[in-house]
């Protein structure tokens, strides 16, 4: 149980271009997805917070119109990244909270690799 | 603010070996400690978890016990497997507050 999907798993995109990520809760509902960014071997960084049917909450010094999150459903969230350039290659990973569980337990997806040529 | 300072990797040990990954942390009030452990390909899994000082977590053979007064959330397996290989990251995070405050994760590699 507790699984979280990412799609896709890889992308490789253009400069300039606008990249979709979904998050998905496959067996649960999520009230809140977060969105990490994850440098190669650094820690992973903590981007935003989105709350279902509420704007996401973003942290110091991530670009809310850069990154744009929707959290349109108790299982779905996407993370799209506008204008892409390639200091935005990263790995993106999501994780959902459930809903009425322990306030501390995240689960998290494999992860999306971008890639901005 | 929060922060969590793990032991730089890799890490690389004999099966069966004993296993200890140092984890310090700062943080306001009175946080949980986590350790999540990252198989290759996959997402971050929950390892184990401590919420209050003197408590022990413990899974699969990891155990890490939450020392206040060392600020510390040292993660030891006895005997370690290959299949132990992976990424493992040390995290906290305040009640009340979802946010996780990860460090910055310790490969390791176990050989036969």
């Known amino acids: 149980g507790a699984v979280v999907s990412q799609h896709p798993s890889w992308v490789i995109c253009k400069s300039g271009t606008s990249v979709k990520i979904e998050c998905r809760s496959l067996d649960f509902q999520a009230t809140t997805m977060f969105w990490y960014r994850q440098f190669p071997k650094q820690s992973l960084m903590l981007m935003a917070t989105?709350?279902?049917?509420?704007?996401?909450?973003?942290e110091q010094g991530v670009e809310k119109d850069k990154f744009l999150i929707n959290h349109a459903s108790l299982t779905l969230s996407t993370l799209t990244v506008t204008s892409a350039h390639p200091e935005d290659s990263s790995f993106y990973i999501c994780?959902?909270?459930?809903?009425?569980?322990?306030?501390?337990?995240?689960?998290f997806g494999p992860g999306t690799r971008l890639t901005v040529l | 603010g929060n922060s969590v300072t793990q032991m730089e990797g890799p890490v690389t040990l004999s099966e069966e070996a004993f296993l200890t990954i140092n984890c310090t942390y700062t943080?306001?009030?009175?946080?949980?400690l986590f350790w999540y452990v990252q198989y290759p390909g996959e997402g971050l899994q929950l390892l184990l978890k401590?919420?209050?000082?003197?408590d022990k977590g413990s899974n699969k053979g990891f155990e890490a016990t939450y020392r206040k007064e060392t600020t510390s959330f040292h993660l030891e397996k006895g005997s370690v497997q290959v299949s132990d290989s992976a990424v493992y990251f040390c995290a906290l995070g305040n009640f009340g507050n979802e946010k996780l405050t990860f460090g910055t994760g310790t490969r390791l590699t176990i050989i036969p």
């Open positions: 989105s709350n279902e049917g509420s704007k996401a909450t973003y």
């Open positions: 401590a919420t209050k000082a003197d």
């Open positions: 994780s959902a909270r459930l809903a009425g569980g322990p306030g501390d337990t995240q689960y």
């Open positions: 943080a306001t009030g009175y946080p949980s």
